[in-house]
C-alpha cells in the first residue's frame, strides 16, 4: 500500500521517502513486530483454547522438557501473520521476487501446520508421514527455484557462485532447479531440527534475516554489487523488506517465547522460516553463504545425520542425544547457557558469512 503512494511523490515530495528500500525495511520491522506484541496474546489464547493438552513433550527425550506439559504450540502462525502482513504494507507489489518467496514461506508453512496439527489432535510426536512431507516440500521448492531462473539473467540464473572466486561460477543448467530445492527444503529441516528449546530457533533465524536482508539489499543494487564485486540480481532488493518483516515479527514472538515459552513455534514457523531463508539465498545467489551464516542450522540437521548414520551401522551412538542440543543438555548444561551460547555462535557465524561480501 505504501508503496503506491510514490506515485503522489511528485506532488507531494515526502512521499518520495517511500522510494527507499532502506525506509520501508525499517516500517516492515516496526508494523512486524507491533502486530505480534498486539495480537499475540489473542492468538495464544485460542491457540491454547483449541489445542488442549498443548504440544505433546516426548518421553525419550530430556527430563527437563516434562514440565512444558500443556504449552500450546502452531505459534508459527504468530509469525507468519505479522510477517505477511507487513511485507504487504510495505514491499512493492509489482516485484515478483517479494511473491516468489511468499508463496515458498507460506507453502512450507502450511506443511508444518499440518503436521502440528496432527501431533496435538493424536498427542503423539509422530505427524505428518515424512516421506510425503519432503515431496511436497521439493515440489514447492523445485517450483520456486524454476521461476527464480526464470526470472534471473542467463547464464547466471541456473549458476552457483562460489564465494572468494569473483569470476568462478558452475553453470548447472537445468540441474540447478534441483539443486536450488535441495537447498530450500534443507534449509526448511535444518531450522525444524533447532527449534527444541525455548528461544533457540527464533533468534538464529533473526540474525540470519537481518543478514541476508543487507545481502539482498546489495545484491539488487548496481552500484553496490559492482563495488562489491557479487553479482548483481535485479530485483532482489525489495526482498530485504520481507526479511526486516521477520525480523520484527521474530522480536514479536521472542517476547513469548523467552523462558519459559508461553507458546512453541511449531513446524508451523520452523518449516516456514527455513524455507523462506533458503529462497532468498537462491534468490540472490548466495547458496552456499548462507551455510556459514546459517552454519548453527547445518550443525543440527548434521549432528541429526550422524546420530542416525552412526546407530544403523555400528549400533553406537556418537551423541548423548541429537540434534546437538539435546546433548548438551545432558551434560549438565542449562536450557538458558545453550540457548545463550548458541545465540552467539549464530551472531559470529553471521558476521563470517558477511565477509565473504568484500572477500573476493
Not at 4 to 25: H, K, Q
Not at 175 to 195: M, P, Q, R, S
Not at 215 to 232: E, K, P
Amino acid at each position: 500500500m505504501f508503496y503506491w503512494l510514490i506515485d503522489f511523490a511528485g506532488t507531494v515530495p515526502v512521499f518520495n521517502v517511500f522510494r527507499y528500500i532502506t525506509f520501508r525495511t525499517g516500517g516492515a520491522v516496526i508494523t512486524g513486530a507491533l502486530f505480534v506484541f498486539l495480537f499475540g496474546p489473542w492468538i495464544i489464547d485460542n491457540l491454547r483454547l483449541r489445542q488442549g493438552k498443548g504440544q505433546p513433550i516426548r518421553t525419550d527425550g530430556p527430563q527437563s522438557h516434562l514440565v512444558k506439559v500443556g504449552t500450546p504450540t502452531m505459534g508459527g502462525l504468530m509469525i507468519l501473520s505479522g510477517l505477511v502482513v507487513s511485507t504487504l504494507l510495505w514491499a512493492n507489489p509489482r516485484n515478483p521476487y517479494v511473491w516468489i518467496v511468499l508463496a515458498v514461506t507460506l507453502g512450507f508453512g502450511f506443511v508444518g501446520f499440518y503436521d502440528d496439527y496432527l501431533k496435538v489432535t493424536k498427542q503423539s510426536h509422530k505427524g505428518f508421514a515424512g516421506r510425503t512431507r519432503l515431496l511436497i516440500e521439493f515440489i514447492i521448492a523445485g517450483a520456486a527455484c524454476y521461476a527464480f531462473m526464470r526470472l534471473g539473467r542467463d547464464p547466471l540464473s541456473s549458476s552457483l557462485v562460489i564465494p572468494f572466486l569473483k569470476d568462478v561460477v558452475l553453470n548447472l543448467g537445468w540441474f540447478f532447479v534441483i539443486f536450488g530445492a535441495f537447498i530450500v527444503v534443507g534449509a526448511g529441516n535444518a531450522v525444524n531440527l533447532t527449534d527444541g528449546l525455548d528461544g533457540l530457533a527464533i533468534v538464529p533465524v533473526m540474525i540470519a534475516s537481518a543478514s541476508f536482508g543487507f545481502i539482498a539489499y546489495l545484491a539488487g543494487n548496481a552500484v553496490f554489487s559492482d563495488y562489491l564485486q557479487i553479482n548483481y540480481v535485479a530485483g532482489t532488493g525489495e526482498l530485504a523488506v520481507l526479511c526486516g518483516a521477520v525480523l520484527g515479527a521474530g522480536l514479536g514472538f521472542l517476547w513469548f517465547n523467552a523462558p519459559p515459552a508461553s507458546i512453541f513455534m511449531g513446524d508451523t514457523g520452523s518449516l516456514a522460516l527455513g524455507g523462506m531463508l533458503g529462497s532468498i539465498a537462491v534468490a540472490v545467489k548466495h547458496e552456499i553463504v548462507l551455510a556459514v551464516i546459517g552454519g548453527l542450522f547445518v550443525l543440527e540437521a548434521v549432528s541429526v545425520i550422524v546420530q542416525v548414520t552412526s546407530f544403523k551401522l555400528t549400533g553406537k551412538r556418537v551423541f548423548r542425544m541429537a540434534p546437538i542440543h539435546h546433548h548438551f543438555e545432558q551434560k549438565g548444561w542449562t536450557e538458558p547457557q545453550i540457548v545463550i551460547r548458541f545465540w552467539i555462535i549464530a551472531v559470529i557465524l553471521a558476521l563470517a558469512g558477511l565477509s565473504t561480501l568484500k572477500l573476493r
